[in-house]
């Protein structure tokens, strides 16, 4: 029964999905992000492991390490954090669209054009400026766990914030030089490098 539906599937998505063309802005950009986000994909099978060892610990050796705890938390953190600019790049991110799927190309453009300055970039903005006397406050005070064995030096884990959203920001500027190409034909846009995205 499935089978019967998937061609169907398949080519109302095709038919959905367009490709905004890349531009000199964008490629530098993109390839950044795209080099940061698979450095950081190790953190999946890092915390894992971690995941998998503070089990053994517990329920086989009968302790466990607070540190390693909450280092799970803030690997789990970190890796979603830095994970925001890759997955908008692929753009992998969660849409609306039973919307988006009726508009023409140009309309899913606009879309994407007024989202971007009216949504994801103020809140860019707002993050990184309240993240920035958050981590300075923890730096200042060379905060640390409150719970004994816990992990010291919170400053680095709470910088993770600036450090992720300055590339979500980097990561929605390329975005913009790409719709605004797309749109207006500014800047310039250029032949496709042929990067299919993750696989």
């Known amino acids: 029964m499935a089978n019967l539906h998937a061609p169907k599937e398949g080519a109302a998505a095709e038919a959905a999905a367009f490709s905004l063309p890349e531009t000199a802005i964008?490629?530098?950009?993109?390839?950044?992000?795209?080099?940061?986000?698979?450095?950081?994909?190790w953190i999946w099978a890092i915390l894992?492991?971690?995941?998998?060892?503070?089990?053994?610990?517990?329920?086989?050796?009968?302790?466990?390490?607070?540190?390693?705890e909450e280092l799970q938390w803030h690997l789990y953190a970190?890796?979603?954090?830095?994970?925001?600019?890759?997955?908008?790049?692929?753009?992998?991110h969660v849409r609306v669209d039973v919307v988006a799927e009726k508009l023409s190309h140009r309309g899913r453009a606009w879309v994407e054009l007024v989202g971007l300055l009216l949504f994801l970039a103020p809140f860019v903005y707002?993050?990184?400026?309240?993240?920035?006397?958050?981590?300075?406050?923890?730096?200042?005070?060379?905060?640390?766990s409150?719970?004994?064995?816990?992990?010291?030096?919170?400053?680095?884990?709470?910088a993770v914030i600036i450090v992720a959203f300055g590339f979500l920001g980097l990561?929605?500027?390329?975005?913009?030089s790409r719709v605004t190409a797309f749109l207006f034909g500014t800047p310039r846009p250029r032949p496709a490098s042929g990067d299919a995205g993750p696989t």
């Open 146 to 158: 409150p719970a004994p064995g816990g992990l010291p030096a919170r400053w680095v884990s709470k």
């Open 26 to 41: 964008s490629r530098p950009i993109d390839a950044l992000v795209r080099r940061i986000g698979e450095a950081f994909s």
């Open 48 to 68: 894992i492991v971690l995941i998998v060892g503070n089990v053994v610990l517990r329920y086989a050796i009968g302790t466990n390490f607070v540190a390693l």
């Open 171 to 176: 990561a929605a500027f390329s975005r913009l």
């Open 78 to 92: 970190i890796g979603f954090m830095m994970g925001l600019s890759y997955t908008l790049l692929y753009d992998g």
């Open 126 to 144: 707002v993050v990184i400026m309240d993240a920035i006397p958050f981590v300075e406050r923890a730096w200042r005070l060379n905060e640390t």
